[in-house]
């Protein structure tokens, strides 16, 4: 369970509420799998590596812009070759993609020095994608992130997307509401909603698919009065 700030952008203010955020519990009830390893169906590996440089580069990024469109032979789909996006990636790799990322930020967010953590790193339309977090910010529904684009073959930054224009809106709303609820008060709340959903969930560590319940609940408690709403009323 975790307290959230809420963007009501009709009121423009954030309201703070306690929401049970998704897991899937393996089916021996001795450990979990984070919702978030799955992104689009794809296997992410999950990271919390804060990026941190000392030298900065003076020469300025350039973007290049990236082919999306996956082409598929009919022989290789006949010889039922398997996808590209599939292969793991290696610690090898892993060292080649955060060593680029640093020259990347050393040259876009050149004061930012140890504010960023890799989240994640996984496969898809043939590049590596990268997700890098601020690492000091509130917890709000919308947070600050960065997506990189990373050549498969050189490990070079390609492209990137920040969602900071995006999050200029959330920015001008009011401060939170004072907390009133005590988390214990929320869980007593919410627990009566909680859903245990069985699902396979593919375990990349086994190597196959295991029976895990997914954990989640559809509605909040608002913070500053107890009230218990469905999250996508909030």
């Not at 203010?13 to 049970?20: E, R």
């Not at 007593?188 to 086994?206: A, C, G, M, R, S």
Request: charged share 35%; with cysteine; net charge negative.
């Amino acid at each position: 369970m975790k307290l959230v700030e809420f963007p009501v952008i009709e009121q423009k203010k954030l309201v703070p509420a306690f929401a049970i955020e998704e897991i899937y519990i393996k089916n021996n009830c001795f450990s979990t799998l984070p919702f978030e390893i799955f992104v689009d169906d794809k296997f992410s590996l999950q990271m919390d590596k804060v990026i941190e440089w000392d030298d900065n580069i003076q020469k300025t990024f350039q973007g290049k812009i990236l082919s999306l469109i996956e082409n598929v032979t009919p022989d290789q789909a006949f010889q039922r070759e398997p996808h590209p996006d599939l292969r793991p990636i290696t610690e090898e790799e892993i060292k080649k993609c955060v060593s680029n990322i640093k020259k990347f930020l050393s040259q876009e967010y050149t004061n930012d020095s140890g504010k960023w953590a890799l989240k994640s790193l996984y496969r898809d339309k043939g590049y590596i994608h990268a997700i890098l977090k601020a690492k000091e910010q509130k917890e709000r529904v919308f947070k600050r992130k960065v997506k990189l684009f990373i050549d498969a073959e050189t490990y070079k930054v390609l492209n990137y997307m920040d969602n900071k224009p995006f999050l200029k809106m959330y920015m001008e709303l009011d401060e939170a509401e004072e907390i009133k609820i005590s988390k214990e008060d929320a869980f007593e709340k919410l627990k009566d909603f909680i859903e245990l959903t069985p699902y396979y969930v593919y375990d990349f560590e086994q190597g196959y698919y295991i029976l895990c319940g997914k954990l989640d609940c559809q509605y909040a408690v608002k913070a500053n009065n107890g009230e218990v709403v469905k999250l996508n009323e909030m």
